[in-house]
């Protein structure tokens, strides 16, 4: 994962501190070599320890107790530096910051106390005459610090609340871009449905009525066969136009266009259909009703024209988190291993674009059920 601007800019402030420290006291060669090394060491720590751990931490905006713990170690090792060379006090300005941006803000104010105390209480042990003036720079040092450590944190938040909101907005662009795509889709599919219901449907219903009206007994077999050919295909052009057009469902749920479907199937083919709706209906986003409505809809046109069947029934059941279309007859079924006509691959490729499943069991003993489940 890359690090953002801000923190690598901070990580390049932190080398120069850590650095410039640790160069002033190694060149104040008034102290001991010996506490001059611990103080080099404790630096040195201090910035392994922060490239190790504390920056991984930020970086995961972990403020729990390992948070806690780095920002005491770091407190540990500034007060090693501090009582072995006091110069070392300019450190502040390197602990300051990991303490606010590894710990909640109440926390990391009560550690830049204590850090701003350590230099006066070593003052204190060493010289207890300034102590005055040790006062006023640690409180002078801490208001500092809370201010700029208050502001650093305030200014974060605000950033962060920023990079949410452009993510909703991103996300409402996303969901309109969608929408619009979901509407000219829409438009499409209606155009293309009135298309055919003038031309194709129409057809067909001239075609019946002229013959009928040539031999309304149709004694002739030739004739009887064409009418039903055309009655066929006519059951079928309505079908497409109810699947290609949402119209079907404007005035109507989806419950309600089963039914009608269900209606219409058992006034033209003689067939008993019993529908059932169960659970609580809802809306649904209006291709998953058109894929569901599409599947009753081929389905039925199958039990027409292959099954034979003496009666049938859908099921319309509403789930929290799903809906399920179940058709089954009574009829001569068939292999579906075998057979992959009677539409189904067109009923699995719609389920498949709204995220659904299409099971399809069919024997010659007990009929076909076929079910549809579309998450939604």
């Known amino acids: 994962m890359s690090s953002p601007p801000s923190l690598r800019l901070w990580d390049m402030y932190f080398v120069v501190v850590a650095v410039a420290v640790a160069a002033a006291a190694i060149s104040a060669d008034w102290y001991p070599p010996g506490r001059r090394a611990v103080a080099v060491g404790a630096i040195i720590g201090m910035a392994v320890l922060y490239g190790v751990v504390a920056r991984p931490l930020i970086t995961r905006d972990e403020q729990g107790t390992p948070s806690l713990l ?29 303490f606010f941006m590894l710990v909640p803000l109440r926390t990391a104010i009560g550690l830049v106390l204590v850090a701003n105390l350590v230099p006066v209480l070593l003052e204190l042990r060493a010289d207890p005459g300034g102590l005055a003036i040790d006062l006023v720079i640690a409180a002078i040092s801490t208001a500092a610090g809370i201010c700029i450590g208050v502001w650093i944190t305030k200014m974060a938040e605000q950033s962060e609340q920023r990079a949410q909101l452009i993510a909703e907005l991103e996300a409402s662009r996303a969901e309109l871009a969608r929408l619009s795509h979901e509407a000219g889709v829409a438009q499409e599919r209606t155009r293309l449905a009135g298309e055919i219901h003038d031309t194709l449907a129409q057809g067909f219903t001239s075609i019946i009525t002229l013959i009928q009206a040539a031999d309304p007994a149709l004694r002739d077999e030739r004739l009887a066969l064409a009418v039903r050919t055309a009655k066929e295909n006519l059951a079928e052009s309505r079908a497409i136009v109810a699947a290609l057009s949402p119209s079907a469902l404007a005035s109507s749920s989806l419950p309600e266009a089963v039914r009608r479907q269900s209606a219409r199937f058992s006034e033209e083919t003689g067939v008993p259909t019993a529908v059932r709706i169960t659970g609580d209906p809802r809306d649904l986003p209006t291709r998953v009703e058109v894929v569901l409505l599409r599947a009753a809809q081929e389905a039925l046109t199958n039990v027409r024209r292959h099954a034979d069947a003496s009666e049938v029934a859908v099921l319309l059941a509403y789930a929290p988190s799903s809906v399920r279309l179940v058709i089954r007859d009574d009829g001569r079924g068939f292999d579906p291993a075998i057979n992959g006509g009677f539409g189904l691959p067109g009923m699995r490729s719609r389920a498949s674009q709204v995220g659904g499943t299409l099971t399809v069991h069919s024997s010659t003993e007990s009929g076909t059920t076929i079910e549809l489940e579309i998450p939604a």
């Not at 540990?76 to 990991?98: E, K, R, S, Y």
Request: with cysteine.
């Open 70 to 98: 780095v920002s005491l170690a770091h407190l540990l090792l500034f007060g090693t530096a501090v009582a072995c060379v006091p110069l070392t006090t300019w450190l502040l300005f390197m602990v300051i910051p990991v």
